[in-house]
């Protein structure tokens, strides 16, 4: 069907010997069997301009042969995912969501910290880690006493994306200064280091991150349930049984009482429906056992 509403006015100037409606057809069947994401015909000068480099970088040519490089080199094909990836997002993004994890979730979740009992949290899809950071510092507060306890207690904050090149920017830690300018400014003070145009997330807001590659449709290698999980901006992308199967492999994720936050233009529906009720915008919460 793809190749049938496939956009050749946007292909002007482009030999289909280079690159055809096939080749699109082709590229998006093997992003969305991996990586779940849906690239519709209108992508089609999108997939064009992102893949073109990694075309002539590979020697191949056209982009029938890039295609069957992909089918067989998981590297390649990871390199061409991550090529086609929007990575849009910005600190404090959806105030809202870390305004109701500073009211409703942070209370318990702080002590529990001082109880010496694991508090865990999840930014599924963190990108080049703006949405991390405002989890983290979020958890650690305006109160920097405080914040170190939670910083020294069994305290984990797990941040995956299926792109290397974004989770690298995200655990370096360090942005230009005005784009921390949305945080509220109690914790930009207490947390985060400037150096000259730069700001840097202060080293004990780091230590409480593990950085992981992760794709979100594969195996999760996850060995305790989460307080609350963060995957916001992600489900755009998929089709509604892959958005349904995703928020319902997040629910199994929680605890009882757990709090999922999705993004605003994204839904719960599905299976997923009998294990959690809508407690704010785009905010839910895993039932009690």
């Known amino acids: 069907m793809l190749a049938e509403t496939f956009d050749t006015g946007a292909m002007s100037g482009i030999s289909p ?3 055809s409606p096939a080749d699109f057809a082709a590229i998006s069947g093997i992003v969305h069997e991996t990586a779940g994401i849906v690239l519709p ?3 089609s000068m999108l997939v064009y301009s992102r893949l073109a480099p990694l075309v002539r970088g590979t020697g191949t040519a056209t982009f029938a042969a890039y295609v069957e490089l992909i089918r067989r080199d998981k590297r390649e094909r990871t390199r061409a995912i991550e090529a086609l990836t929007t ?10 969501h870390f305004e109701h994890f500073t009211a409703e979730a942070r209370p318990e979740l702080v002590r529990m910290a001082r109880a010496g009992q694991p508090v865990r949290l999840w930014s599924a899809g963190c990108s080049s880690g703006e949405e991390t950071w405002s989890l983290v510092l979020s958890l650690l507060g305006t109160d920097r006493a405080e914040g170190r306890q939670i910083a020294q207690s069994d305290t984990l904050v797990l941040a995956t994306d299926l792109a290397s090149h974004v989770l690298a920017r995200a655990e370096a830690a360090t942005y230009p200064a005005g784009e921390l300018d949305a945080l509220p400014a109690p914790l930009r003070e207490g947390w985060v280091e400037r150096a000259g145009s730069d700001a840097r997330i202060a080293a004990e807001a780091r230590g409480l ?6 794709n979100l449709l594969g195996q999760w290698p996850l060995s305790r349930p989460f307080d609350a999980i963060f995957c916001r ?8 049984p892959t958005k349904e199967r995703l928020v319902s492999r997040l629910a199994d994720q929680l605890k009882p009482g757990g709090f999922l936050y999705i993004g605003h233009s994204e839904r719960v529906s599905g299976p ?4 959690l ?12 056992a």
Not at 87 to 96: D, G, L, P
Not at 272 to 275: K, L, Q, T, V
């Open 17 to 19: 010997g280079i690159y």
């Open 233 to 240: 901006n992600v489900m755009i992308y998929f089709d509604l």
């Open 87 to 96: 990575n849009h997002t910005f600190f404090y993004r959806e105030a809202h």
């Open 277 to 288: 009720d809508q407690v704010g915008p785009t905010i839910y919460q895993r039932r009690a």
């Open 41 to 43: 015909p209108t992508k």
């Open 209 to 214: 991150v593990r950085f992981r590659l992760l």
């Open 272 to 275: 997923a429906e009998r294990d």
